[in-house]
T-cell receptor, first 112, second 114 residues
Framework: DTAVSQTPKYLVTQMGNDKSIKCEQN?????MYWYKQDSKKFLKIMFS???????INETVPNRFSPKSPDKAHLNLHINSLELGDSAVYFC???????????FGPGTRLTVT | AQSVTQLGSHVSVSEGALVLLRCNYS??????LFWYVQYPNQGLQLLLK??????LVKGINGFEAEFKKSETSFHLTKPSAHMSDAAEYFC????????????FGKGTHLIIQP
């Protein structure tokens, strides 16, 4: 069974559209994260959720909004997509107090 | 604030040779340190971690790393490189045990020469 899964794996869309990426973890973890990996492979934290509360919100445009219906899911909604949003987005999860994070396979977003 | 510096965006070694990937960090509190590996078009896989205790940490696939507080380093080594080790390697730091995200270095692409 996949520990952290993301859908879709690939997403191609046009500028101005709104899209969502879904993430699910079956590890029983209580904290989930979204990271962005740019074209130079640099990884940066975007958000983390702990017990349905947003813990970190880095300098991310408010067009990005995480939504967590329950502890096992953290979806990423993106409004008014821009060319610069093209990247690979990774979901991750961890158990609070245990520090390693487990990553999903990534979603490659291409905005044309 | 915390940061990670990985020296060398690309490292090339011959198969069977020693692998050494360098990582230096800065953190205002005792850090938790990690190495992750990313194979092409895949997610990140944890190689090893340092939280507390023994400073020499052994991980998967024959990799190990040593935490040196005086040098603020956490270099990754493997005695003998294998072709399957070719991948992108990321060092990461986390300060505190809460819900903080990881701060990653820019990654080192490891190339294995036959």
């Amino acid at each position: 069974d996949t520990a952290v899964s993301q859908t879709p794996k690939y997403l191609v869309t046009q500028m101005g559209n709104d899209k969502s990426i879904k993430c699910e973890q079956n590890l029983g973890h209580d904290t989930m994260y979204w990271y962005k990996q740019d074209s130079k492979k640099f990884l940066k934290i975007m958000f983390s959720y702990n017990n349905k509360e947003l813990i970190i919100n880095e300098t991310v445009p408010n067009r990005f909004s995480p939504k967590s219906p329950d502890k096992a899911h953290l979806n990423l909604h993106i409004n008014s997509l821009e060319l610069g949003d093209s990247a690979v987005y990774f979901c991750a999860s961890s158990r609070q107090g245990v520090n390693e994070q487990y990553f999903g396979p990534g979603t490659r977003l291409t905005v044309t | 604030a915390q940061s990670v510096t990985q020296l060398g965006s690309h490292v090339s070694v011959s198969e069977g040779a020693l692998v050494l990937l360098r990582c230096n960090y800065s953190s205002s509190v005792p850090p938790y340190l990690f190495w992750y590996v990313q194979y092409p078009n895949q997610g990140l896989q944890l190689l090893l971690k340092y939280t507390t205790g023994a400073t020499l940490v052994k991980g998967i696939n024959g990799f190990e790393a040593e935490f040196k507080k005086s040098e603020t380093s956490f270099h990754l080594t493997k005695p003998s490189a294998h072709m399957s080790d070719a991948a992108e390697y990321f060092c990461a730091v986390r300060s505190g045990g809460g819900a903080d995200g990881l701060t990653f270095g820019k990654g080192t692409h490891l190339i294995i020469q036959p």
